[in-house]
């Protein structure tokens, strides 16, 4: 196997008063500090005024790069560092701009 395929879904708040769009995103995805994949986002996301919403993520990533986070996890309670650096493309009305992506968390894999 080259590849093992990983999907999720990414939970995110909108504090702000007005409803926006998510044109599209280009982030990397880390895995304890490793690069996992090189994710593109190109599908258009309604983003509701005060409000959560949900964006997609499906990354192909190396086996090896699992199996070596594995260890990690164990002495982590299953818990693994997850980084993610990029941008999105957001849109309101006729204006679009540009939101920098600086995201880390551990998470815990089930």
Not at 46 to 70: M, Q
Request: no cysteine; glycine share 2%; aromatic share 8%.
């Amino acid at each position: 196997m080259d590849s093992a395929l990983l999907h999720a879904q990414l939970a995110f708040y909108n504090p702000n008063t007005f409803v926006m769009e998510l044109k599209r995103g280009e982030v990397n995805v880390f895995l304890d500090n490793r690069l996992a994949n090189h994710y593109v986002m190109d599908s258009a996301i309604n983003i509701p005024k005060k409000d959560t919403f949900f964006v997609p993520l499906n990354l192909r990533i190396s086996p090896k790069l699992i199996l070596s986070s594995a260890l990690s996890m164990l002495m982590n309670n299953n818990k693994i560092k997850v980084r993610m650096e990029g941008s999105i493309r957001v849109k309101r009305g006729a204006v679009s701009f540009t939101v920098p992506i600086n995201y880390e968390v551990m998470e815990t894999i089930r």
